[in-house]
């Protein structure tokens, strides 16, 4: 923040029923889903939301084998299956705007063409991996429509081919082209409509 690295930690409470932060120079107290602190000297901060995909770990360790995992120090970790559960939702929010993609209906979807506070995206379900990414789907001044074609993420403007996790043109003529991944947030229907009362949900 304002150029200096903070440190936090879980604070061990929740808030409107998901966790909570602090940080270790002012002991402000942060909403994990907003990423703004609620409490103390720093209320009302917010951190910048960073794009991230949601991607199994072999997945991820096949295309960056030399990944080095951070773990607790207690001698290795435990898978704990799928990358999602089914009821989760796929949080997005867009200057204002909410909108909560059910995760099983994107994963039967695949790829879910959409609009939201007028920005094109498309939201991304590897049926393979189970690997989920949101992108905006323009490039340049060209809107782009998606589909998923024998097991491939092709845009039907330009019949190019795309990395579904890294939003890569990987051959057709957009080859070397990359979409603007965009922030999402996993969570419980719930908790998501608690945090965003004005979201609506993908039906």
């Known amino acids: 923040m304002?150029?200096?690295?903070?440190?936090f930690g879980n604070q061990g409470a929740l808030f409107m029923n998901a966790m909570t932060w602090w940080d270790h120079t002012t002991n402000s107290v942060w909403s994990q889903v907003w990423g703004r602190a609620i409490e103390g000297p720093?209320?009302?901060?917010e951190l910048e939301l960073l794009p991230a995909q949601t991607v199994p770990w072999g997945t991820w360790k096949a295309q960056y084998p030399d990944t080095l995992l951070m773990t607790n120090g207690l001698g290795?970790?435990?898978l704990r299956g799928e990358t999602f559960q089914p009821n989760y939702v796929i949080g997005v929010e867009l200057q204002g705007a909410a909108r909560a993609y059910p995760y099983q209906k994107a994963a039967d979807e695949r790829v879910i063409n959409d609009s939201l506070n007028g920005r094109p995206l498309v939201v991304v379900v590897n049926p393979e991996t189970k690997a989920v990414a949101v992108f905006l789907r323009q490039v340049d001044e060209r809107i782009l429509t998606f589909v998923w074609e024998n097991e491939q993420l092709v845009d039907r403007e330009t019949g190019s081919v795309w990395d579904p996790v890294r939003g890569l043109a990987l051959r057709g003529p957009q080859q070397g082209q990359a979409l603007r991944a965009l922030p999402y947030v996993p969570a419980f229907p719930?908790?998501?409509r608690d945090f965003y009362p004005q979201t609506t949900f993908y039906e």
């Open 2 to 7: 304002n150029g200096k690295t903070e440190v």
């Open 42 to 45: 720093l209320k009302g901060t």
């Open 76 to 78: 290795g970790f435990r």
């Open 190 to 192: 719930t908790a998501w």
